[in-house]
Structure formats: C-alpha cells, structure tokens
C-alpha cells in the first residue's frame, strides 16, 4: 500500500471559449456531474487527500461548485492565464504544506482513471522526481510530444516547437503529471516564458529536473482517459464513453439491460443485481434500485430509491423523493414525487402522487389525483394500508384515507375517511326510464323543423 501523502493540483482557469457558454467549461456535465468533480473523484480514488482547484474565469461560480462536489478542496485564483506551469504555482500555499506526491490534473479531463494516477504514483514511490502521463491519440496533431531515451523522458516539445522528426512520434503528452513533492516548487520556480507562446510551461519541468540529474519517466494511459473537452461535440463523445463504460459495469454486476445503448445512467446510480431494465430508461442523480426490480420502457426517474422487485413502468415517471418498498409496483403513465409507496402497494395506470404516503397493499386506481398544491403550498394526502382509491378520483390533500378505507370511482374527497369507511365524494346518479328516448325524438323534429324553415326562404 501506497502510504506516501497526496496533493492533487486541478487546473481549471481555462475559459473554455469554444463551448460558447455562460457556464464555466468544467462544470459542464458528464452523467450529471460536472466534469471537474470527475477529475477530483479519480484524484482521490488515487488516495489524494489534498484537492486544490486552479481557478479564474467565473471563480465565484467555480467556489459556489466546488464547495458541494469537493467540499473539502481549497481553490487559489490566477489571475491572468499565463500558462500551465504558473497555473500550479497559483496553488503554491498548498503544494508547500509538504506532500510526497504532487498530481497536476486537468479538469477538463473527466475521464481519467484512477489506475493511470496510480501507476504514476507508484512510480514516484520507486524514486522518479517527475512522471508524465503519455498516450497515443489517433491524431496526435496538437499534442506535446514525449520525447524518450533510454527509458527515460528528456523532454516534452510542443507541437510548434517541433522538428519534423519529433512531430511523427506518436506518444504524447496527456497534460497529467506526478511530481515529488519535495522537487515540486523548485521545479517549478526555475521555469521561464521564453518560448513562442510567451508562456509558463508546466512540461519544461522534464528538462529542467533532468538537468538536475533527477529521474523523469513517463507512463501511459488510454486515449479516453486522456480526452480533453473543448467543445460539445466532445463533451457528448466523453458522455457516450462514460455511458457506455457504466453500462457495461452494470451488466457485469449482474444487471440486465435488454438493449444497454439505450439506458442512461447517473454518476451515483446504484442499481442491484437481478434488476432488469427494459430499453430507453432514464436514471437521473440519486436513484437507488435493489436487485430484482423490473424497469420497464421508457421510465424517467431521479432522486427515488426502488426496493427489491419493485415494478416501474411502462412510461413511469419517478420524481425526486419518490420511494418504492418491496414489491410496490407504479405502472404506465403515473408521476410520483415525495411519496412513500409501501410494500406491496400499486399505482398502475395514469396516476399522479406528490406528496403523500400510500399504505402497503393500497390499490390506486386509474386517473387518481392526490391535489396536493393550492398555488402556494403543499399539503400531505395519507393513503392507509389496504385502502382501494376508485378510478378517477381527487383527493384534496390535507386529507387522510383510513386502513381499508374504500373511495367511489369519480369521488372528490375533502374530507378525512375513517378505517374501514366508504366514501363517495359525487353527485348521485339519476335515472329516468324512457326519457332517453323521447329526448331523442324531441331534438330530431326540433332539428327538421329548422330545416323545413331554412328551405322555405329561398
Ligand atoms: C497541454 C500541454 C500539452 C498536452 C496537452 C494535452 C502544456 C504546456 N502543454 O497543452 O503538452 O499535450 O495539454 O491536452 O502544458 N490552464 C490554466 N491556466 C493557464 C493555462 C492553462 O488553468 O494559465 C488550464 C486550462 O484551463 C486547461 C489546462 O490548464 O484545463 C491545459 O491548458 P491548455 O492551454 O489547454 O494546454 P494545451 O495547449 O492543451
Ligand atoms: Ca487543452
């Protein structure tokens, strides 16, 4: 085990000009999380303790971020942009705390891994002062370029500082580095802006701890783990890879997904074995599903937590606070948001329930509305076990139904229903014999007569 201390450096000053968006461009979404809390999830994973977040254009909606997805982060503000290795150096209060490991991470990278951080790591604690992590784009125009000899890395050369030769290398700088922590400053110190771009260079720090006689080797990581989000049509290529990464977890964790391309999942979706999930289901954040739950097409859900063999769907939709126990089941066209179903419960078919709690074995009927706003507040509906709500019935909330209170079809109901009552909330029928018949006769003649004097005019 790696007992070395950890210091993770996200670089996030950048505008991000080509997303042409208000929001800063790390805290656009991958999964529904922005893709700066991807980078600060791996960096820990890789047993960072420290998290310090680079930032400058939008800083106050960057710290308003940060402080929910990475509360325990300190972020240091560059004030002006002038290159990567003055960007680090912005974090200099917390680099000089003295940490073994320096990790210099991007964060617009959400799809680094862990492992690649930790293989960087590993290669520190065997003594190298800088590692760099490499990758082979399947274009590497643009890149820096790892220059290697001997097994050792000399340099890194921006792509317009180099020659033709060095420009076909295939191996390029994925922006990631590990640096010893006990060089770091140092290294970092002793870059200079003497080059094209009038820049500070984070990757000058190769040739200068080589030419301290320190060790600098660089590793390598996948394409995707080093896919930088400039744009959006790139920010939806690292949405596909992560989808499709999730997926396959979720199929290998014992999950079925009848057709997987077409299931969405959020970065904190929990999803149990022996659950089926049928095509085109949406999980947003914060759903929880135990094992052998069927979610059936098209479900929309978030914020809701579904039991063991739960059923969902067809064309459910489960809102924020929507709970489901063991084997409650919310079938085709219903909505419910804050609202407990219990065990066993059923809301089968175009039924809405907010706020409210729906007794175990309660059977819901078609087309149930609990109305539960007035316009400016919201009020509670309790729903006993065993109750039978008629189809088509309102129930004005505040308002309680007993245990194995029964409401009429069509009812309103305003008032409370004791256990075991009956209530009817509609007017009562009325039925006339033959009336239907001569009501019938009574229009068509009314309807001739009409006619005959339209006729008459001409
Ligand atoms: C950098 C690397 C290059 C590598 C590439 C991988 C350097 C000098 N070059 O180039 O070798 O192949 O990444 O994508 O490091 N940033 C700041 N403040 C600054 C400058 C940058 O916060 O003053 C942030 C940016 O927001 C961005 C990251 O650092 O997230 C990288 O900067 P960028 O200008 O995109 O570097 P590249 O030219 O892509
Ligand atoms: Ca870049």
Redesign the pocket.
Known sequence: MNQRTCLSVI????E?TRMKSALP??LHQIAGLPMVAHVVKAAEAAGASGVAL?I?HGADEMRKAAAKFAPEAETFV?E????????VIAARAAISKGYDDVLVM????PLIDADALTVARLRLAEGAAVVVIGFRPPNPT???RLIEKGGKLIA?R?EKDCSEEERKIGF????MMAVAGAHALKLLDAVDNKNAKG?Y???DIVEIAGAQGLDVVATEASFES?L?INNRAELAQAEAIWQQRRRHEAMLSGVTLIAPETVYFSHDTEIGADTIVEPNVWFGPGVMVASGAKIHAFSHIEGATIASNCDVGPFARLRPGADLRNKAKVGNFCEVKQAVIEEGAKVNHLTYIGDARVGAGANIGAGTITCNYDGYSKFFTDIGEGAFIGSNSSLVAPVTIGNGGYVASGSVITESVPDDALAFGRARQKTIPGKGKELRERFASAAAAKKKAAGADH
């Open positions: 670089l996030a000053a950048g991000g461009k790390v680079v400058g560059q002006k942009r002038l290159g990567t290795a003055h960007a991007f964060g617009d990278t643009g890149y820096g890194i921006e390029c700088n994925a922006g820049e260079y984070l990757t080093a930088g």
